[in-house]
């Protein structure tokens, strides 16, 4: 879904050039960081009015705003990966430009009954195995939605189809735009298909995700999705 905003106009902070890649409107953001906080247990809240002067560096007056509190400043770090500071600033022409076809991962939250499917990456040191979600680079011209079943195939074997987008965020951990979209299974057996990529495929029971994948690094709507918490009293 494309921002309800005027693209035309150039962001005035990188804080509202990370908020046209996430594909938000200011709105949508304000309740996107709340449910955020809720889960991971931080005290900085964000109304819309509250964003709208944040991106826009302005008061409704026209006077500079100064920094914001400090539970504020550190939930949009945390979402973000960056300091206040950076994220108040105006962007660069860099930022600008590559904001246009920035780098986006699709995501696939792919469920069974009440089991979900997950990966297990190859790396230098498979004494410590990580997981996540069956996931894949979107290119140019691409939809996250069909590379997030299309890479599912070709991971895992199992054919999925679409349920429904759950929105999008920069990772925490990668700063990697990434589109996270929930999918139901059809047909076939989990196997490691792609073992240059992969160690491991697996079905887990969806409520013992969270010992498998730290849940502060679950998007919240994933968790929402999959019946492991509810936002629904801070929307």
């Known amino acids: 879904m494309e921002p309800r905003t005027c693209e035309w106009r150039p962001a005035r902070t990188v804080l509202e050039q990370r908020i046209r890649d996430l594909r938000q409107t200011q709105e949508e953001f304000a309740e996107f960081a709340t449910a955020f906080a809720r889960a ?18 302005r008061r409704v007056d026209g006077t500079p705003i100064g920094p914001p509190r400090p539970s504020t400043a550190r939930l949009l770090e945390r979402i973000f990966g960056m300091s206040v500071a950076e994220l108040l600033s105006p962007p660069t022409g860099t930022e600008q430009s590559a904001s246009v076809h920035p780098l986006q991962v699709a995501i696939a939250v792919v469920r069974r009954g009440g089991d979900v499917l997950i990966v297990s990456p190859r790396t230098e040191d498979m004494r410590a195995p990580t997981w996540q979600f069956p996931a894949g680079i979107v290119k140019p011209g691409l939809r996250p939605e069909t590379v997030a079943v299309r890479e599912t195939l070709a991971e895992t074997g199992v054919r999925c189809v679409l349920e429904r987008n759950l929105g999008s965020r920069i990772h925490p951990a990668t700063n990697v735009l ?15 298909v792609d073992i240059a990529e992969n160690a491991d495929v697996t079905w887990v029971d ?30």
């Open 206 to 235: 969806r409520q013992r995700l969270t010992e498998l994948i730290p849940v502060e690094r679950i998007y919240p709507p994933v968790l929402e999705a999959l019946g492991l918490v509810s936002f629904d009293s801070c929307r």
């Open 178 to 192: 990434c589109a996270y979209v929930l999918c139901a299974y059809v047909a076939g057996e989990a196997a490691n």
């Open 40 to 57: 991971h247990n931080e005290s900085g809240t964000l109304s819309a009015r509250h964003v709208q002067r944040l991106v826009t560096g």
